[in-house]
């Protein structure tokens, strides 16, 4: 467990998080919300090595971590979506592959819509599991995103409204898709555990769906 550097396809190098199981196991790339890759994130990875994946969650903003909304939003505004898609998260996948199994992505808010970008820009990818994070159409073209997808999103969320999901969720369909997506009865954020929108149960519920269906497709 620990901090690592792996290659994104340009042949640079990004750090990220690696949490491993061992030689072999399920894969399973975690992306950061806007706050960046901090403790809480880590604590993901960490959850995900315990029940049998390696994790890797890459640093998106290069060592940079707040707790102030304001500055996550700068930090997000100013991150480069498709690099962050087409190089880190497309090196992260590539870097689990060599050491794992099939290869999932999951993500929380800004790394929920990452996952559902990736899973339409990246290959290599097993099935996605984002949480409440919708990109917007000029970055994931839904009909691009062909491995299955579950998602998990908040039914009293401002930023990635009930009205997002349901019409991306619409285009998935339409373009031959069968998302499996869950609503919650739950704010924005409902998963991080030290957040004030934490909500156990949904947490809970959420935590138990994804880990059934990752060992459904990894």
């Known amino acids: 467990m620990g901090m690592i550097d792996f290659k994104r396809p340009d042949g640079s190098t990004c750090k990220g998080y690696l949490a491993e199981a061992g030689k072999g ?5 975690v992306i ?8 809480q994130i880590k604590r993901v990875a960490d959850r995900f090595a315990a029940v049998g994946y390696n994790a890797l969650a890459p640093d998106l903003y290069k060592g940079r971590v707040t707790q102030k909304p304001d500055e996550a939003n700068h930090l997000m505004t100013g991150l480069d979506f498709v690099g962050a898609s087409d ?4 090196g992260a996948v590539k870097h689990l592959a060599g050491i794992s199994g099939k290869v999932g992505v999951m993500g929380f808010c800004m790394g929920g819509a990452l996952t559902i970008a990736a899973c339409a820009r990246v290959p290599g990818i097993a099935c996605g599991v984002p949480y409440y994070g919708v990109p917007p159409a000029q970055l994931a073209d839904p009909a691009k995103i062909t491995v299955p997808l579950q998602g998990h999103f908040a039914n009293k969320d401002d930023w ?3 009205q997002v999901v349901d019409e991306f969720e619409k285009a998935m369909i339409q373009a031959g898709s069968k998302p499996e997506f869950y609503r919650y009865d739950a704010a924005h954020a409902f998963f991080k555990d030290d957040g004030a929108a934490y909500d156990a149960t949904a947490a809970k519920q959420a935590w138990e ?4 269906f990752l060992s459904k497709h990894l």
Do not use: F, H, M, Y
């Open 25 to 29: 196991k399920p894969g399973i790339v």
């Open 32 to 39: 950061q919300e806007w706050w960046g890759l901090n403790d």
């Open 87 to 90: 190089q880190d998260i497309a």
């Open 160 to 162: 990635c409204t009930p």
């Open 209 to 212: 769906r994804t880990l059934a």
